[in-house]
């Protein structure tokens, strides 16, 4: 097992690139659901304004 986590010597590249792979792949679903709350936001009060006037 712990010759797994050593990666023949190559650990730090390997666990660094898995790291920054999931970062990217959670910023690729959260930054769209953020956008998109934001979006659906902005319509909700310009569709009120529009009700007002």
Known sequence: ???FF???GYAFYVW???AISAVVLA????LPL???GR???DLRR???VRRRA
């Open 1 to 3: 097992m712990s010759e």
């Open 6 to 8: 050593h990666m023949g």
């Open 16 to 18: 660094t690139s898995y």
């Open 27 to 30: 910023a690729n679903v959260a």
């Open 34 to 36: 953020m956008r998109r």
């Open 39 to 41: 979006l659906l936001a």
């Open 46 to 48: 310009r569709a009120s």
